[in-house]
């Protein structure tokens, strides 16, 4: 098999290893955001721990073959520096790993977008199936719960909300960036779904959009 097609095999265990890990770290179902600000748990950091393995992988495969974008490379650098702080502040872990679920719960899809491709299955109903439904899937997660994590995130009993331009423009010190990362981080992951999110539906517009052959009648 093609590298590509190793590396997402790889990159799904991962997405299914990273969220049973933070749904086995949630103390309370009833409130899975619970505690805010607190103290991270054994289970949380191991979650983290398994997916900054995997993120500094994932980074390193990027480089090696040539595919470092701009995208990717945001995304890397938010998730590296975010949860290694996190590691190492041991704190917000509650916050973390449910971000950590929002993100990876689509990814099993997304690789199977393109695992079926490398199997030569293309353009068929079931290609459509998997597109739909891991557009979906992201959404309800990014925009839906997205947006409610980074508010529960930037305003619990943590340090001020540190403005998204300063983490982003200014490349304040690590330390500095250490004591906010919570916020930070929360914000900065939203920003980078909302862009993925603007992606992902203008694919769902163009599969929906585009044009079948007709089905060639018999005797023709």
């Not at 289970?43 to 470092?68: E, G």
Request: hydrophobic letters at 50%.
């Amino acid at each position: 098999r093609s590298y590509d097609f190793c590396n997402r095999a790889v990159s799904t265990t991962h997405a299914v290893a990273a969220v049973s890990l933070a749904c086995l770290s949630v103390a309370d179902w009833s409130c899975p955001v619970c505690p805010l600000a607190a103290a991270s748990s054994p289970r949380q950091m191991k979650a983290l721990a398994v997916t900054l393995s995997y993120m500094v992988y994932d980074a390193a495969c990027c480089f090696l073959n040539d595919d470092v974008r701009v995208d990717n490379t945001v995304h890397h650098l938010v998730s590296i520096v975010g949860i290694a702080a996190g590691l190492a502040y041991r704190r917000c872990g509650t916050e973390m790993v449910a971000s950590l679920l929002v993100t990876e719960i689509s990814s099993p899809l997304l690789h199977l977008r393109e695992i079926l491709k490398e199997f030569g299955v293309k353009d068929t109903d079931l290609n459509l199936l998997v597109d739909v439904l891991f557009a979906v899937i992201f959404s309800v997660a990014r925009m839906g719960f997205g947006p409610y994590l980074t508010y529960v995130t930037v305003t619990a009993d943590n340090p001020i909300l540190i403005k998204l331009y300063i983490y982003i423009h200014k490349l304040m010190p690590f330390i500095f960036f250490i004591f906010y990362f919570c916020q930070a981080m929360a914000t900065g992951l939203q920003l980078v779904s909302a862009y993925w999110f603007l992606r992902i539906l203008r694919m769902v517009k163009y599969k929906l959009g585009k044009k079948r052959p007709a089905p060639k009648v018999a005797g023709d």
